[in-house]
Nanobody, 126 residues
């Protein structure tokens, strides 16, 4: 079975940084496109960032551009989301996602056909 597990969330003050990590089993992170999503209370889940299976293509939603960086370390089989200059509006449960389809050569933050992690909470205080 495919498993996706996030970690690294926590409580930080506005302007601070966190790095989220995601490890997978069943498939390694280098063979599928992956993405980070988030969901705040009372809001729908939104795509934050994605990365192609070979790491060559990345995409970010407008609200995090310039602040967040998605990356993969294939040797460690780990996906990362480096979050800098955090804002209170970044507060959400963050989910790691591995695309189910092996045919994506790019990535999309609108894709819902994913294996999902359980989520890691990020809380940014003002």
């Amino acid at each position: 079975q495919v498993q996706v597990v996030e970690s690294g969330g926590g409580l930080v003050q506005a302007g601070g940084s966190l790095r989220l990590s995601c490890t997978t089993s069943g498939f390694t992170v280098d063979v599928r496109a992956m993405a980070w999503f988030r969901q705040a209370p009372g809001k729908e889940r939104e795509g934050v960032s994605c990365i192609s299976r070979n790491g060559g293509t990345t995409y970010y939603t407008d609200s995090v551009k310039g602040r967040f960086t998605i990356s993969k370390d294939n040797a460690k089989n780990t996906l990362y989301l480096q979050m800098n200059s955090l804002k209170p509006e970044d507060t959400a449960m963050y989910y790691c996602a591995m695309y189910k389809s092996p045919y994506f050569i790019g990535c999309s933050i609108t894709n819902d056909n994913n294996y999902w992690g359980q989520g890691t909470q990020v809380t940014v205080s003002s």
